[in-house]
Nanobody, 120 residues
C-alpha cells in the first residue's frame, strides 16, 4: 500500500511559477513510476507528466512540454512538478499517481489532489 499526499498548490498570477510536491509513504516508492495528472472544472482528468522509477526518463503532455519539469528524490520518497510560465488554463486540481508499469501504465495509487489557480 502506498499513500500519496500532494502539496504546494495555491494562487499565482499568469507567468508565475509553482512547485508541487507529492510525498509517498512506504519503503517501496522507488519501485513505482510516478505521474502527475490534473482536472479542471467540468473537464476530464488529463495526463501532465510522468517519470521512471529511477528518474532517468520523463515524458510530458504537449501542454506541459517546455514549461513543466517532473523530478523525484527517492531518498525523500517525493516526486515534484516544477511549473513555470503558468497560464490561466493551467488552473486545475493536480494529482500524483503511481504505476508499477512504464509501458501501458496502470495507476493504482492516487493522491487527494492540490488546487492550482492561475489568475490572468
Amino acid at each position: 500500500q502506498v499513500q500519496l499526499v500532494e502539496s504546494g498548490g495555491g494562487l499565482v498570477q499568469a507567468g508565475g511559477s509553482l512547485r508541487l510536491s507529492c510525498a509517498a509513504s512506504g519503503r517501496t516508492f522507488s519501485s513505482y513510476n510516478m505521474a502527475w495528472f490534473r482536472q479542471a472544472p467540468g473537464k476530464e482528468r488529463e495526463f501532465v507528466a510522468r517519470i521512471t522509477q529511477s528518474g532517468g526518463g520523463t515524458y510530458y503532455s504537449d501542454s506541459a512540454k517546455g514549461r513543466f519539469t517532473i523530478s523525484r528524490d527517492n531518498a525523500k520518497n517525493t516526486v515534484y512538478l516544477q511549473m513555470n510560465s503558468l497560464r490561466p488554463d493551467d488552473t486545475a486540481v493536480y494529482y500524483c499517481a503511481a504505476s508499477q508499469r512504464w509501458e501501458s501504465p496502470k495507476y493504482i495509487y492516487w493522491g487527494q489532489g492540490t488546487q492550482v489557480t492561475v489568475s490572468s
